[in-house]
């Protein structure tokens, strides 16, 4: 079993930047694609950006060249840097593992409001 924890959520102004912070209880991570995803109040959760075992990254087409995505298995942790943020931001956004099996974090809320 392994367990997700994202923290670095908040409250930011449009046009700020947050770094969010997803941290895995397990080593085994490293074998791992992460990836974060969002969900607003009655849509479907929606793909942020992945990244795999190896590096490779994927963006949705709405944070191309805002955010970056990035891992440190040294440290079982993934990040999510968000810049220019946008009031569309605003998000409760969950950190995702996948290989053999799937997992998911509680979800950090985001919110971008002037």
């Known amino acids: 079993q392994v367990q997700l924890v994202e923290s670095g959520g908040g409250l930011v102004q449009p046009g700020e930047s947050l770094r969010l912070s997803c941290a895995a209880s397990?080593?085994?991570?490293?074998?791992?694609?992460m990836g974060w995803y969002r969900q607003v109040p009655g849509k479907q959760r929606e793909l942020v950006a992945t990244?795999?075992?190896?590096?490779?990254?994927n963006y949705a087409d709405s944070v191309k060249g805002r955010f970056t995505i990035s891992r440190d298995n040294a440290k079982n942790t993934a990040y999510l840097q968000m810049n220019s943020l946008k009031p569309e931001d605003t998000a409760v956004y969950y950190c995702?593992?996948?290989?053999?099996?799937?997992?998911w974090g509680q979800g950090t809320q985001v919110t971008v409001s002037s």
């Open positions: 995702n593992a996948k290989y053999i099996e799937e997992y």
């Open positions: 990244i795999t075992s190896g590096g490779s990254t």
């Open positions: 397990a080593r085994i991570i490293r074998l791992y694609s």
